[in-house]
T-cell receptor, first 114, second 112 residues
Framework: DVKVTQSSRYLVKRTGEKVFLECVQD?????MFWYRQDPGLGLRLIYF???????EKGDIPEGYSVSREKKERFSLILESASTNQTSMYLC?????????????FGPGTRLTVL | GENVEQHPSTLSVQEGDSAVIKCTYS??????FPWYKQELGKRPQLIID?????GEKKDQRIAVTLNKTAKHFSLHITETQPEDSAVYFC???????????FGAGTTVTVRA
């Protein structure tokens, strides 16, 4: 059974703070993803990684960075949080290399930036 | 990149009736079309997917149809039950691409 966990369910930060969101998967999946979920906008891809130390921009990377030092862990970093980054953040992982595969999601982190 | 549009945004059905959600995509190279269900307060989970070499796929009360010529695909839920109430997301992806492009979601409410 695939398990994807995220470090926090709820997080409140102040404008300008540096924010770290952590995601861990325990199934040796190759690919990991960070999305933000906003009402009426669906799931929008921020960054993804298909291998350790590899990363690629998604559709909305501005204001975010990522780190993948170990295969099981993928971190999302908000260098200087802003109020428009208040959102639900979802991490996901998938196994297959070379193409799309089932994505397994974490429980999400609801981030509020004041 | 791929653009996926999903309709309707909300859908209310009587228990036992059918529900249909439609999605269109822009890139003819897309060939993988999954559907995810997200119950209130829960994480999205895959419920069914279809690849471009198949026109229809069924799994008990849910089915997905694909029309590659028209670039649209649909989710059909028959004999709806209260536990079908959730947000449903369609998505599309191209061969050799790990990324999924998601639709905006459809909130389905099944009335008892």
């Amino acid at each position: 059974d695939v398990k994807v966990t995220q470090s926090s369910r709820y997080l409140v930060k102040r404008t300008g703070e540096k924010v770290f969101l952590e995601c861990v998967q325990d199934m040796d999946h190759e690919n990991m993803f960070w999305y933000r979920q906003d009402p009426g906008l669906g799931l929008r891809l921020i960054y993804f990684s298909y291998d350790v130390k590899m990363k690629e921009k998604g559709d909305i990377p501005e204001g975010y960075s990522v780190s993948r030092e170990k295969k099981e862990r993928f971190s999302l970093i908000l260098e200087s949080a802003s109020t428009n980054q208040t959102s639900m953040y979802l991490c996901a992982s998938s196994l297959l290399t070379g193409g799309p595969d089932t994505q397994y999601f974490g429980p999400g982190t609801r981030l509020t930036v004041l | 990149g791929e653009n996926v549009e999903q309709h309707p945004s909300t859908l209310s059905v009587q228990e036992g009736d059918s529900a249909v959600i439609k999605c269109t995509y822009s890139d003819s190279a897309s060939n993988y079309f999954p559907w995810y269900k997200q119950e209130l307060g829960k994480r999205p989970q895959l419920i069914i997917d279809i690849r471009s070499n198949v026109g229809e796929k069924k799994d008990q009360r849910i089915a997905v149809t694909l029309n590659k010529t028209a670039k649209h695909f649909s989710l059909h839920i028959t004999e709806t039950q209260p536990e079908d109430s959730a947000v449903y997301f369609c998505a599309a992806s191209m061969r050799n691409d790990y990324k999924l492009s998601f639709g905006a979601g459809t909130t389905v409410t099944v009335r008892a």
